[in-house]
Every structure is written in C-alpha cells, then in structure tokens.
C-alpha cells in the first residue's frame, strides 16, 4: 500500500511540471551589422522530460533584435508554446511586396506573346565585276615619266651652265680690270714724265700742265675701279641667282620623281582592291 501511494505522488509531481506554465525573463542586446529575422521567433518545445532537480526552475530565454520595438513581450511576462516572442514587421512586410512584385514580373513576361523571327531571305547573287580598266593610271603614270624625264634632262643641260660663273657677267669683270690696268698704267707714265721734267727744270707753265693732266688720269682711275666693283656685285648677284635657278631645277626633278611614286602607288592599290573584290565574291 505503501509503495502505491509513493507511485501516485510520483505520477502527479510530473505531470504538474509537464502541464505547469514557463516564465520568460528575455535578456535584450542591441546590434547594428546582423540583419533582424524575416519570420517571428517563437519558443521551441521542451522536452518533455525535465530532471527532478530543475522542477522549481523558471525557463530563461536570451534574444538578439535590432530594436527593442521588435520584441513582442515584456520581461517576466508568461509565455506558452506557439506566442510570439519577436517580430520584425517593417522589414517582413517590406519583402512580402518585393515578393509580390518580382512574381507580377514574372508573370508579365510569361503572359507576352513570343513571336517567331523572321526567317532570313536567300542573299541576292551578286553580278560579276566588270573587267578591270585602268587606262586612265596608266595614261597619269605615262604623263608622269615624261614629266620626270624632261625635269632630268633640263637639268643636266644647265647644271654645268648655272654653276660656273656667268659669261656675260664674267666679260664686263674682264674688261673693267683691264680698264683699270690701264689708268693705273698712265699714272705710272705720267709720273715718270713730270719727273723727268723736274729733273730738266723745264717752265712752271708745262708742269703745271702736266699736273693737270695727272689729276686727270687719278679721276680716270677711280671710275675705273668703281666700274669694276659694280661688275664684280653684278657677278657676283649673277651666281646667286644662278644657284636658285639649279636649286629649282633640282626641286622639279624631286616633284615630278615623287608624283611618279604616287600614281604608281595608287595604280598598284587600285589593282589590289579590284583583285581582293573578285576573291570575296
């Protein structure tokens, strides 16, 4: 009878712990880098078998949130199973319209009508190249050789002309020289004259006339020498004008050389371009 008694008090001890409410005491820590929950936090279901020893123990539960406006019970409130304990409704709310809105897209593109694309058309047959005229090259490239041909031979015929000195000029040089000798040589004569009639103490009327004479052939002697330096100027500014005459001959000869390249060198990309469109087709 004993022993029955003892079982029956047993019995009820553990079903007043299964059946018997909890107390929540939930301990709050704010944090600003975990993202808050999408669905509400609720209390998992214990077991069912508690130790004798945690019988008159209330259950502690510690919860992490955002903000303190998402815990959805106050501390040493009694909760059961299935409250809610935490819920963060803004941020549910706002994916539940996230949500919604991608599945209308989704449906929106499922509902357009995919037409079926055009079926290419055969390409037109191209026509065949005409045959490849290029008379009017080699007429540009025919006028270019002469061109070059005549520019090469004028100057190789006034080459040897325009660097030598000028004939004409050269003349006029020659003469005024000997011009010049020449009053210098009557000087020289007219000097040893009054000399030799100092000498014989001739009248003072014959050497004053022969000092006028002197004075004279002295006047003779400076025209002399201005007239040869302007010849020589004149040579001079005759083989400057010469070496721009064989420099320009020079440069024709480089122009002419250089469209003469051109045209063959177009010549030879017109052939090419006309030779690349018949591979291609």
Request: hydrophobic content about 35%; glycine content about 2%; overall charge neutral.
């Amino acid at each position: 009878m004993r022993e029955y008694l003892s079982s029956l008090l047993l019995a009820g001890a553990l079903l007043l712990v299964v059946f018997g409410e909890s107390v929540a005491h939930p301990q709050t820590q704010l944090t600003g880098l975990e993202s808050p929950p999408s669905q509400p936090i609720v209390p998992k279901q214990q077991s069912s078998i508690i130790q004798p020893s945690r019988m008159d123990r209330p259950l502690r539960l510690s919860v992490t949130v955002d903000d303190e406006s998402f815990l959805q019970v106050k501390e040493g409130e009694r909760i059961k199973e299935g409250d809610v304990i935490t819920d963060n409704r803004r941020e549910r709310d706002r994916l539940t319209q996230q949500r919604k809105s991608i599945s209308l897209r989704i449906q929106n593109l499922k509902d357009k009508a995919i037409y079926t694309p055009f079926e290419p058309k055969s390409p037109i047959p191209s026509k065949p190249l005409p045959p490849a005229i290029f008379s009017e090259e080699e007429a540009a490239i025919s006028h270019a050789q002469l061109r070059l041909v005549h520019a090469q031979s004028v100057l190789a015929a006034h080459t040897a002309l325009l660097k030598g000195e000028n004939p004409e000029k050269r003349a006029i040089v020659d003469k005024a020289e000997a011009a010049l000798k020449s009053a210098q040589q009557k000087i020289e004569r007219q000097q040893q004259t009054m000399k030799s009639m100092q000498e014989m103490k001739l009248q003072d009327e014959i050497l004053q006339h022969e000092s006028a004479k002197l004075k004279q052939l002295n006047e003779e002697l400076k025209v002399a020498q201005s007239e040869l330096d302007s010849a020589k100027a004149q040579l001079q500014d005759k083989g400057v004008e010469q070496q721009q005459q064989l420099q320009q001959l020079q440069i024709a000869v480089q122009i002419a050389e250089a469209e003469l390249k051109r045209l063959n060198r177009a010549d030879n990309d017109s052939r090419t371009t006309y030779l690349l469109c018949r591979f291609c087709r």
